[in-house]
């Protein structure tokens, strides 16, 4: 059936370090997705969405990129801060179906001062 | 600008009484609001979709009877957890689309914790 999800749970990295946190979708006419960060207690906050027709974004110090052929979407986050600690969700927007999201497993990124 | 509230941050009830659960966009309009539940260390699960001024549409093995949505404004979505018991103690999150903006971006609240003793 249709999935987003993850392959790592954790990850952990040193400031000001990249990180690359990486998501894999199961339906190949999936075509508009969004990186969500969520902290500790709180709801989800937009990130940075990327479109089928496009196969990288960039937004302040991230970046999506979108590998359609291999189903597989990633999010960078560059010079990593003690700040960025939070799990981030990778989610389908089913626009098609009222908008629903179906989000994927979760990546809780630790950041190690 | 879009900010979505949720009323109660938290919430602790006895087994077998209701509970009610507002979000409410406070600078825009949302016809269509979202509520997803979240248990510790897991993904967001959507419930259900929420439309001003219809009947909610449920995700498959969530119980309508059990949690009833109501969308009585553009502004304001309830959720009552019925008859609550100790396994619905959940994370209880609410997004909103804004109507003005990007159709595809969704408003989240800041959740409601529910446990249920």
């Known amino acids: 059936g249709e999935s987003v999800g993850l392959h790592l749970p954790t990850l952990s990295v040193q400031e000001g370090d990249n990180s690359i946190i990486n998501c894999a979708y199961s339906?190949?006419?999936?075509?508009?997705f969004i990186w969500y960060k969520q902290e500790s207690g709180k709801g989800p906050q937009f990130i940075i969405d990327?479109?089928?027709?496009?196969d990288k974004r960039q937004g302040q110090r991230v970046t999506v990129l979108l590998n359609k052929t291999v189903k597989h979407l990633s999010l960078q986050i560059a010079a990593t801060q003690p700040g960025d600690s939070a799990v981030y969700f990778c989610?389908?927007?089913?626009?098609?179906?009222?908008?629903?999201?179906?989000f994927g497993q979760g990546t809780e990124l630790s950041v190690k001062p | 600008g879009a900010v979505v509230s949720q009323h109660p941050s938290w919430v602790i009830c006895k087994s077998g009484t209701s509970v009610k659960i507002e979000c409410r966009s406070l600078?825009?309009?949302?016809?269509?609001m979202f509520w997803y539940r979240q248990f510790p260390k897991q993904s967001l699960m959507l419930m259900a979709t929420?439309?001003?001024?219809?009947?909610?549409?449920?995700e498959q093995g969530v119980e309508k009877d059990k949690f009833l949505i109501n969308h009585a404004s553009l502004t304001l979505s309830t959720l009552t957890v019925t008859s609550a018991h100790p396994e619905d103690s959940s994370f209880y999150i609410c997004?909103?689309?804004?109507?003005?903006?990007?159709?595809?971006?969704?408003?989240f609240g800041p959740g409601t914790r529910l446990t249920v003793t």
């Open positions: 997004s909103a689309r804004d109507l003005q903006h990007n159709v595809g971006e969704q408003y």
């Open positions: 339906n190949s006419a999936s075509d508009y």
């Open positions: 990327i479109r089928s027709n496009m």
């Open positions: 989610a389908e927007n089913k626009y098609n179906q009222g908008g629903k999201l179906i």
């Open positions: 600078d825009f309009q949302a016809t269509t």
């Open positions: 929420s439309n001003e001024g219809s009947k909610a549409t449920y």
